[in-house]
T-cell receptor, first 114, second 114 residues
């Protein structure tokens, strides 16, 4: 099975712009979660989508949003970018039918905000 | 308030010896724990997990120990190999349907010297 894929791998934006990141989960996986990794805060949970519905949400401002499509692919959007949004954004998938399934991560999208 | 803590940012071990990575948590409701390994420019890779109903789980060279009364878990790697050099993240999750996200520690960088 192909792993989790994320596009683009690298992105440079300026403050105030918006950005959309894409994630394709492992085939058959219905749950997609997004995480932000920064040197200071480590890996922090953004949100989880399951069957096109947001099932869980972390403690991030409303500028961070996401959606999931019927084929389980997911997108994450960040509006009005700030310098502090520079981070590695990781997507993870799992079957979604049990909370005990380990999550499989993609390689991430490195976002730099100038 | 960090719910999952990895107090050692780095660890250096000689090849062939045992590596012990530690993790503490504060939320007694956590009931499933995972270890991930991360190489630079890659997403985290799942290593091993343990349910709170167990106190030990083994998979090849990797063993995870859980001490619920101390809210402490550890990952043992025996014998350590240079290829094990990476950042190791401890993660925890809550049972309950909507609480499927992983809460990560900030990681421990393991260096295995030949």
């Amino acid at each position: 099975k192909a792993g989790v894929t994320q596009t683009p791998r690298y992105l440079i934006k300026t403050r105030g712009q918006q950005v959309t990141l894409s994630c394709s989960p492992i085939s058959g996986h219905r749950s997609v979660s997004w995480y932000q990794q920064t040197p200071g805060q480590g890996l922090q949970f953004l949100f989880e989508y399951f069957s096109e519905t947001q099932r869980n949400k972390g403690n991030f401002p409303g500028r961070f949003s996401g959606r999931q499509f019927s084929n389980s692919r997911s997108e994450m959007n960040v509006s009005t970018l700030e310098l502090g949004d520079s981070a590695l954004y990781l997507c993870a998938s799992k079957p979604g039918t049990s909370n005990y399934n380990e999550q499989f991560f993609g390689p991430g999208t490195r976002l730099t905000v100038l | 308030d960090q719910q999952v803590k990895q107090n050692s940012p780095s660890l250096s071990v000689q090849e062939g010896r045992i590596s012990i990575l530690n993790c503490d948590y504060t939320n007694s409701m956590f009931d499933y724990f995972l270890w991930y390994k991360k190489y630079p420019a890659e997403g985290p890779t799942f290593l091993i997990s343990i349910s709170s109903i167990k106190d030990k789980n083994e998979d090849g060279r990797f063993t995870v120990f859980l001490n619920k009364s101390a809210k402490h878990l550890s990952l043992h790697i025996v014998p350590s190999q240079p290829g094990d050099s990476a950042v190791y993240f401890c993660a925890a999750t809550l049972y309950g349907g909507s609480q499927g996200n992983l809460i990560f520690g900030k990681g421990t960088k393991l260096s295995v010297k030949p």
